[in-house]
């Protein structure tokens, strides 16, 4: 294949999964190709996406964090209780995201201060905030079914587009201009990719780490509170299973799971290739037992691709630089 079309596919190739996916699921199912089956498959895969732009952050740094989904159950219901008590929304939001700032702190400081590795600790730290929401809840669900100020958040509509939708292109927004536009987001690069020239280059590695899994906190905070609007109760269980959509999202997005590489442009557009393939699943009556069959294809498929895009974009640098030094 010619090296310019290798490149054009390469750069476009977001697109033209997208493409091809949405034409094959057109043609299987005409009920795919409809705006309100596209702003439900938004709507569906909000809470991943906002929660994806954050764990993104911290794969970037060549780490992994495990415990989104119990972080976001557990500040669903620090806001759920709350705004049951009486207190406003937006502080029942505040104390939310306060939660899941220290969450991220705490996997921040075992990971990059005490050396645990990041496997150990988020999956030890998801297993602890478990715990807590059960203690805090006895064991029982929360519901919000009559606060509506926050169920709006989850379930109403502004110009017919459903709010979470909003949400999670704020929190596209916001990652983008942390990653793109700041000095934080280049040091995230740089560390991901040679966390030992980072250090040589006078980046404290352990801040640009803790900060990334704080990060992360905050969207699994922002997350959770729009999952128990929508769902309009919250208990322990709450986001379960989410942290493998999260991967999910982020490395079918590009990301590399060794750090350096990626974007949350391609985080935004795993996360709505994953929600497509669910909708057209549902649409075309697979089994729910499916599903994960097809997601862990989907990420092992994602993973190759990369490391193929990887070498490819590897080998085109050094062709330019041979071209040059000729």
Wanted: with cysteine.
């Amino acid at each position: 294949m010619n090296a310019k079309l290798k490149m054009f596919l390469f750069k476009f190739r977001y697109v033209l999964i997208l493409l091809i996916v949405m034409a094959a699921l057109t043609i299987a199912t005409p009920r795919f190709f409809s705006a309100n089956n596209f702003l439900n498959i938004l709507w569906s895969v909000s809470v991943v996406g906002i929660i994806s732009m954050g764990a993104t952050f911290v794969i970037l740094n060549g780490k992994i964090d495990l415990s989104v989904g119990q972080i976001a159950a557990l500040t669903g219901i620090t806001a759920t209780i709350l705004v049951k008590s009486g207190t406003s929304v937006l502080v029942s939001i505040l104390a939310a995201v306060a939660v899941g700032v220290l969450c991220g702190m705490c996997n921040g400081f075992f990971v990059a201060c005490l050396k645990v590795p990041e496997f150990i600790t988020t999956l030890a730290t998801g297993s602890i905030l478990t715990g807590i929401a059960q203690l805090v809840t006895e064991g029982k669900t929360v519901s919000v079914i009559g606060e509506k100020d926050y169920v709006f958040l989850g379930s109403g509509k502004l110009w017919g587009i459903p709010v979470p939708i909003f949400i999670f292109a704020g929190a596209f927004i916001v990652a983008w201009f942390i990653l793109n536009k700041t000095v934080y987001g280049r040091k995230c690069y740089a560390v991901g990719g040679n966390p030992s020239a980072a250090r040589a280059s006078d980046i404290n590695v352990k801040r640009i780490i803790i900060l990334a899994y704080v990060l992360s906190g905050i969207a699994s905070a922002i997350g959770g509170v729009t999952l128990t609007a929508l769902n309009q109760q919250a208990n322990s269980s709450t986001a379960s299973g989410y942290e493998l959509d999260v991967i999910a999202a982020i490395v079918i997005g590009g990301t590399s799971m060794t750090g350096g590489v990626g974007n949350v442009l391609g985080t935004l557009f795993g996360a709505v290739l994953t929600g497509i393939i669910n909708n057209g699943l549902n649409l075309l009556s697979v089994s729910g037992e499916y599903h994960p069959v097809v997601k862990g294809i989907i990420i092992i498929v994602a993973v190759a691709f990369n490391n193929y895009s990887k070498k490819f974009m590897q080998k085109s640098k050094e062709n330019k630089k041979t071209l040059k030094t000729a």
